[in-house]
């Protein structure tokens, strides 16, 4: 059972179950001016990591995402970000939550959102933090940067809580992210080791409770730090926990001979 804290109320509640039927969630996009931005990078991220959670636990979901003036420019520009982020697409794009009904095929189950709004009437909502700083500023994938490191640095904050991101923090991440894709290139080539019970299920917790990512985080840590884990388990860890976490630690796999891994 997944617990989470509505925004509304400010108490955990149990995420509805819906196995008779899809579980329906919309992402409710912060109004501004210009490209997607710091606050639409971390709801994104937030709704992106609750469903990746929801149906790891066998739950089947449905999104739309409510684009305040969906024309088809900001359409696709919102889909370009949502892609360098490693957001799942929604099933569809509306330009408002009436719309959303038509293709959820009812009200939502859970809403997620960053603006302090709580217009909804039904569903639970999940409430984003702010993000503040120079770090978060000038999201643009098309210049190349690698959103994914944006991703992990804000998943290292609890998601409801303000977040502040330096440019050393991206930095940090980005580094972390190169460090931790050559060493899973480097474990795949060891022999397959299952999980660990103790980092699966600490995993499981940790988000099921509050969607807690900076200790799933913390759990990657000290899988890669661990002398007594054979690599095959490490590379299993890595591979099993990114499938919620989402920042694509396999990607340097096939690549090539890469050098300082270990």
């Not at 060891?190 to 759990?219: I, M, W, Y």
Request: charged fraction near 25%; proline fraction near 8%; aromatic fraction near 4%.
């Amino acid at each position: 059972m997944t617990t989470i804290i509505d925004g509304r109320t400010r108490h955990a509640v149990a995420l509805p179950s819906a196995r008779h039927r899809l579980l329906r969630m919309t992402v409710h996009l912060p109004i501004t001016n210009g490209a997607p931005g710091p606050v639409h990078a971390r709801v994104l991220v937030v709704a992106d990591v609750l469903a990746r959670t929801l149906e790891a636990d066998g739950r089947q979901l449905i999104r739309a995402c409510v684009l305040p003036e969906p024309s088809p420019e900001r359409v696709r520009a919102t889909q370009t970000f949502m892609d360098a982020l490693g957001a799942h697409p929604p099933a569809a794009f509306t330009g408002s939550a009436e719309e959303a009904l038509d293709v959820l095929g009812g009200p939502a189950d859970v809403n997620v959102f960053g603006d302090g709004r709580h217009d909804a009437e039904e569903g639970v909502w999940v409430e984003a933090g702010r993000v503040d700083g120079a770090g978060a500023q000038g999201l643009t994938p098309a210049r190349g940067e690698d959103l994914l490191a944006v991703r992990l640095a804000l998943l290292g904050h609890p998601y409801h809580c303000p977040a502040t991101l330096a440019p050393d923090d991206v930095a940090g991440a980005e580094r972390t992210l190169l460090r931790w894709r050559e060493r899973v290139a480097h474990w795949a080539c060891s022999p397959s080791k299952p999980v660990p019970e103790r980092f699966g299920r600490a995993a499981a917790e940790a988000l099921a409770a509050d969607l807690g990512t900076p200790a799933v985080l913390d759990l990657l840590r000290r899988a890669e730090e661990a002398d007594d884990m054979p690599e095959g388990a490490k590379f299993e860890t890595f591979v099993s926990l990114d499938r919620m976490l989402g920042v694509e630690v396999m990607r340097e796999i096939g690549r090539g001979p890469l050098a300082g891994t270990g």
